[in-house]
């Protein structure tokens, strides 16, 4: 891919009762003045950052689809805010939206043709209740890996859980009861986890999928304030651990 087939930088994004000014950092691949409407991509989580839906990428080096990626604010290369830890009045879905609103805005990209958005996991919830205020330019709405229902996600992953090496759930239950998530037993079942029903790559694709794991580890406190609500995970650490993407 050309140089020029790329460019990244920052937005500023005003959120009420912060002091300062946050920004939004973004990733744009192809042209946005062609004539095709762009790609906006929402990555999961919260707090894993874009870069493992970077293969979204190609869209514009065979089909000519300018791609537009962003980390959400709290992660990654955006603004973090740890000193919002557990206030769970400001993490709210709202303020993701209005970030999206935001981005769309100083992107310019509700002209011309308009733009289609895709969106992963928590971006897939994040993506349908944005689509259901009927934004301007939004022309198609792709959902990938989203959360219908927190009760029958939690089923599932329990059912999952059940099916792992005795000794892997032994591990995870004694670990869980002790409150010890980062203990090197515990994060040794979790990976066991994660190569058998999460990704199977060998290794873990180290550009894209590797990133998500190093945001989500730096900074907590968007993940952690937002899991204990049954809005996107029921409170568990364990099922907050399994669901990394969510």
Known sequence: MAE?????????????????????YYKII???????????????????????????????QQFGIPVVFYDQIGCAASTRLPQTAGDETFWQESLFLAELDNLLDSLRL????GYHILGHSWGGRMAAAFATTQPPGLQRLVLASGIASSQTFVEGMHIIRR???SDVQLAIDEEEQKGTF??????????????????????????????AFKHMSEDKTVRETMSVHSFIIPESSTLSQISLLS
């Open 163 to 165: 099916q792992l090496p």
């Open 182 to 211: 980062d203990s090197v037993r515990f994060r040794g079942a979790m990976d066991v986890f994660f190569r058998k029903y999460f990704c199977r790559a060998e290794p873990f694709p180290p550009k894209e999928l590797l990133p």
């Open 30 to 60: 192809g042209d946005l003045s062609s004539k095709s409407p762009r790609l906006v991509v929402l990555h999961g989580g919260p707090g894993t950052g874009h870069e493992y839906l970077l293969p979204f990428s190609r869209l514009w």
């Open 4 to 24: 020029t087939d790329q460019r990244e930088g920052t937005v500023p994004f005003k959120i009420p009762h912060i002091d300062t000014t946050c920004h939004t």
């Open 110 to 113: 509700r002209d011309g043709p």
